[in-house]
């Protein structure tokens, strides 16, 4: 059958089984936003307040699913909005398409108005990048796009189809996609004997877990691969909830933040599993102090990773669950009762703490993790409140905390919010965020107002950008450097103004029946808390420090 460009773009759609697009429409892509319109009880589209809130959206939506998250821009100015959103979930291997369109092909390089070189701006930031610009390759290209972003190592793939495209027609031939298979070619039997080897003669191994056994859902995996091991755990913020942090064997996440039971654990260990961990500098600290005692044994499903941050000895490449699965075929039982006894006692000695005597971010995420029972999806943004979601918020199950950790995205969290809450409907999701990143997004709520999606924002009001204000504190002598943001903004006008309920909690004795409520109502909710501006995320290792150095409050008051 003969279609237009735009109908091939719904049926390609169609075919890969998506139910959901995040977008804006302008100019260039109209032509596909029309047929869109025509398939509206097909593809659900949710119109954002802004490109970038689309990306992020997207992107939370396949974070929380497992699919390939779909987002439209038009061209210009709409498609460099979904710029930050595509670095986001490159840095984070998240699977996306984006789909832009762009001006006439016979009007490419003439500076036309709400021209750009969408593809040359973000050749760096994907995974892999088209531009269409004749409607008889348009088919194939959509159908690589969700293959490349899916398969493998995920990443985000742009798609920019010139505006004549999406008018004329070609014959469409209708296609099942290609399933996607897991990657197991690279796994060798030298490398599965050399691994399994170094684990029998280990006698202080330590786990470390990051986004990898996330993606390639090797939760069941991990599980059995740790009692077989017999070792502490600790993860990245990528990592969070592929191993249970509720369960025993869990020290905490590695590294700048992390506990000082995993830190140290990790410095004193002899053999160090990685899993699906790209020994990120937040992680390291000084690299070249990192794990100094240990073998390192990296197992990734990317081989640009083996020795790219620090130096393996051993490694197996191949998809994270294929290979636990021949890895604990292969490995005998082993006992280490003696050093997990060790670490348990690093997390006796040393747990986290905060001032219990006033409202506090770690007190709110306490009583929230009670509520909700650590059933609930966490979205944040970036700062302090994302490093108190992950250390006071214990996550059971993978999917459950969605976060930029690569880029570091303030503004990502409540468009990510919004599209888990659309791919997961039935789980309760919550944003955490700080006020200077809910600055950022704030018109989102006007997105989650528009479509009653129910979801909760809770805003850790502290007056200040807090996590800059820590380092300002400790690093740069407390000269606070456009770090207050003291003015006359009141959210709770703000988010009764969009159509959002809103509450501000001031003390301790408000928060469980505010957050209680929240949950009930079932409709979008922000949560105003007021925190103090010098509360600080506690333990941390100063930039460039061995992790091992890594200190709390009470260390830097007997330092002084």
Known sequence: MELTGSQIVIECLKEQGVDTVFGYPGGTILNIYDELYKHSHEIRHILT?????????????????????????????????????????????????????????????????????????????????YIVKDVTDLAETLRKAF???????????????????????????PAVPEEI???????????????????????K??????????????????????????????DTLMGKGAFDGSDERYSGMLGMHGT???????????????????FSDRVTGNAKKFAKHAKILQIDIDPAEINKNVKAHYSVVGDIREVLRILNGHIPQQDHKEWVGHVEDLKKKYPLKYNKEQLTGPYILEKL???????????????????WASQYYNYKLPRTFITSGGLGTMGYGLGACIGAKVGVPDKTVINIAGDGCFRMNMNELATATRYDIPIIEIVFNNHVLGMVRQWQTLFYEKRYSNT?????????????????????????????????????????????????????????????????????????????
Request: charged share 25%; proline share 4%; glycine share 8%.
């Open 49 to 129: 307040a802004h490109e970038q809130g689309a990306a992020h959206a997207a992107d939370g939506y396949a974070r929380a699913t497992g699919k390939v998250g779909v987002c439209f821009a038009t061209s210009g100015p709409g498609s460099t909005n979904l710029v930050t959103g595509i670095a986001t979930a490159y840095m984070d291997s998240v699977p996306m398409v984006a789909i832009t369109a762009n001006v006439a092909v016979n009007l490419l390089g003439r500076d036309t108005f709400q021209e750009v070189d969408i593809a040359g701006i973000t050749m760096p930031i994907t995974k892999h990048n």
């Open 147 to 173: 293959r490349i972003a899916g398969s493998g190592r995920p990443g985000p793939v742009l798609v920019d189809i010139t505006k004549d495209v999406t008018a004329a027609k070609t014959k469409y031939t």
């Open 369 to 387: 993790y009670e509520i909700t029972d650590g059933d609930a999806i966490i979205t944040t943004e970036v700062g302090q409140h994302q490093m």
């Open 205 to 234: 191994p330590f786990i470390f877990v990051g986004g990898g056994a996330v993606i390639s859902e090797a939760h069941d995996e991990l599980k059995e691969f740790v009692d077989k091991v017999d070792a502490p755990v600790c």
């Open 484 to 560: 207050n943001l003291r003015d006359k903004v009141d959210f709770v006008k703000v988010a009764e103004a969009m159509g959002a309920k809103a509450y501000r909690i001031t003390g301790k004795e408000e928060v469980e029946a505010v957050l209680k409520e929240a949950i009930a109502l079932n409709e979008p909710v922000l949560i105003e808390c007021i925190i103090d501006s010098d509360d600080k995320v506690w333990p941390m290792v100063a930039p460039g420090a061995a992790i091992e150095d890594v200190f709390t409050e009470e260390d830097l008051k007997n330092r002084k």
């Open 181 to 203: 298979k897991r990657r197991v070619e690279e796994i060798t039997e030298e490398d599965v004997h050399s691994a399994v080897e170094l684990i029998k003669r280990s006698k």
């Open 260 to 278: 000082k039971a995993a830190n140290l654990g990790v410095t004193e260990c002899d053999l160090l599993i990685t899993i699906g961990a790209r």
